[in-house]
């Protein structure tokens, strides 16, 4: 099968497209035909030498996927209501940007009805991710206001939906005029230009001094200081990547007086088990959204799996509102 490659540690022109053998998929997995990858910040670390593959996963980069079942474990694909043939879309702990992929039964999904294949591929990264930390973690309940850094990021903007479309008021930051407003119109109730407002000065004027109740953070470092600034009492900041810094200095005195939580998550090393349970929610509680179209992927471009490596250059361009996708 075709494969794209790491050939070394270094700038997106070491992507290159090789040839793997075909997996074989093992108990409690089962072999999809990817028809398109979803592209992820974490390739983009994983390329560069900074996030590597759990021990026993492929080294190929990739975390969701979409296509057929081709083959698998009969007696869990029963179990969770699949078959072969079936379309699914699947979040993998790496071996995404291939031409076949195993991925767990337990962290596959039926793709929504109406949805492309690529329009499938983008889901499962983001979809997993802002349920496990927004909703499980950071337990944002209607009503409450969710501040979300980097509203126009492929995380950002299914924040913004899964937070809206479940009742929560939702603030967004964004780094330009034009991506504030991308995220008006995806569903955001406000947003705040970072580069010519202050995120905190806004977010209590906006909330009338309250605070948000939730903040996720892709960005660590010395934003967390100003979060703890801007949450309301008992507000939670979940940190999921630290593209601003590892190192945090923040107001304890803030913390012990209005009973924050700071936490964070990775999800990559995290068991199926762990996996499966959030496959489970989405299952319930977002796929009949994304069914009806209350909430809908945000596909920014697509490219053939040979210029994956052009694809990791806009990535980090940040140029993007949404996600990126190659196709097979």
Not at 118 to 141: C, H, I, K, M, Y
Not at 151 to 174: C, E, F, H, N
Not at 226 to 240: F, K, P, Q, S, T
Request: proline fraction near 5%; charged fraction near 20%; charge should be neutral.
């Amino acid at each position: 099968m075709r494969a794209v490659e790491i050939t070394s540690f270094g700038p997106p022109d070491v992507l290159r497209l090789g040839e793997r053998p075909v997996p074989v998929a093992g108990a409690g997995e089962l072999l999809i035909r990817v028809a398109a990858s979803g592209i992820n910040r974490p390739d983009v670390l994983q390329r560069k030498g900074g996030y590597a593959p759990p021990p026993g996963t492929s080294d190929l980069p990739g975390l969701e996927v979409a296509g057929v079942v081709e083959s698998g474990d009969a007696a869990a694909m029963a179990q969770a209501g699949l078959r072969v043939g079936d379309r699914v879309c699947a979040l993998v702990a790496g071996g995404g940007y291939a031409e076949w992929c195993v991925a767990p039964v337990a962290q596959c999904l039926p793709v929504p009805a109406g949805l492309s294949d690529v329009e499938a591929a983008s889901l499962p990264e983001t979809f997993f991710t802002v349920w496990s930390n927004v909703f499980d973690r950071g337990r944002l309940q209607r009503g409450e206001t969710l501040l979300v850094q980097g509203g126009s990021s492929g995380i950002g903007v299914t924040a913004i939906q899964l937070g809206r479309a479940l009742g929560a008021t939702v603030i967004v930051t964004a780094g330009s005029d034009e991506k504030c407003a991308a995220c008006l119109a995806l569903g955001a109730h406000h947003a705040i230009n970072y580069k010519t407002q202050d995120f905190v000065a806004e977010v209590q004027r906006i909330t009338g001094g309250k605070g948000a109740d939730v903040v996720l953070d892709m960005v660590a470092g010395s934003y967390v200081a100003r979060e703890v600034e801007c949450l309301a009492e008992d507000g939670r900041v979940v940190i999921i990547a630290v593209q601003g810094g590892l190192q945090s200095e923040f107001n304890a005195g803030l913390v012990m007086r209005r009973r924050l939580t700071i936490t964070g998550s990775t999800l990559r090393p995290r068991p199926v088990e762990f996996k499966g349970a959030i496959a489970r929610s989405l299952r319930e509680h977002v796929w009949p959204l994304l069914a009806a179209g209350a909430v809908r992927p945000v596909i920014y471009s697509t490219f053939p799996a040979a210029q994956a490596g052009d694809a990791h250059a806009l990535m980090e361009s940040s140029q993007h509102i949404g996600k990126i996708v190659l196709t097979w």
